[in-house]
């Protein structure tokens, strides 16, 4: 089974600053994928970065990397140089990546970020 | 190319009626993963289904909820003798395949409210 625990339930940043969001999670499949998706007030659902188990290089995309520590099963968000735009809630979440249940994601609870002017 | 396609919105039903979200994958997509989000919770996977076929329904309920995704037409969610409890978001996924490299595009949700 698998399980991701996010223990912030809210976080504040200011605008411009750098935030990070925690994410440790437990498996016992040996390939796997972290997600994180961010949903803003208005209630979707949007994709922002993933990480293979075996990916030798943290992911980054744009203003998100994820900091992706395997010893530790922590996969923390980084957001750099915040934005209101991007208060909102962030789950993390993730699936096996073999094995019959592979297209199934398990979420963690959320973080609310708001970010300050 | 328009992404997931989830209808309508936002719901209301009254205790003991039904209630029946839909779900158009993104074009091409084969794949539908229902997934439901209660109140300040993350989302939980409900159903997977191919066109025709239920592959995985571990995540539904036992009683009152079917899923079914035809030939022809969009996916349908259907919960009978809606409860207070079933006051959720409703959330769909589409995919090419079984299995994506990277994240599952979601539709926009579905927010059934019951009165």
């Not at chain 1, 605008?15 to 994928?33: F, H, I, Q, R």
């Not at chain 1, 290089?57 to 010893?71: H, P, V």
């Amino acid at each position: 089974a698998q399980k991701i625990t996010q223990t912030q339930p809210g976080m504040f940043v200011q605008e411009k600053e750098a935030v990070t969001l925690d994410c440790t999670y437990d498996t016992s499949d040996p390939s796997y994928g972290l997600f994180w998706y961010k949903q803003p007030s208005s209630g979707e659902m949007i994709f922002l970065i993933y990480q293979g188990s075996y990916d030798q290089q943290n992911a980054t995309e744009g203003r998100y990397s994820l900091n992706f520590q395997k010893a530790r099963k922590s996969a923390n968000l980084v957001i750099s140089a915040s934005q209101l735009g991007d208060s909102a809630m962030y789950f993390c979440a993730m699936r096996a990546n073999s094995g019959g249940s592979n297209y199934k994601l398990t979420f963690g609870k959320g973080t609310l970020l708001t970010v300050n002017p | 190319n328009a992404g997931v396609m989830q209808n309508p919105r936002h719901l209301v039903r009254r205790r003991g009626q039904e209630a029946r979200l839909r779900c158009s994958p993104m074009k091409g997509h084969s794949h539908v993963y229902w997934y439901r989000q209660l109140p300040e919770e993350g989302l939980k996977f409900m159903v997977y289904l191919q066109k025709e076929n239920i592959i995985d329904e571990s995540g539904m309920p036992k009683e009152r909820f079917s899923a079914e995704f035809p030939k022809e037409g969009p996916s349908i969610l259907r919960i009978q003798q809606v409860v207070r409890g079933d006051s959720a978001a409703y959330f769909c996924a589409s995919s090419p395949e079984g299995w994506v490299a990277y994240g599952y595009t979601f539709g926009s949700g579905t927010r059934l409210t019951v009165v």
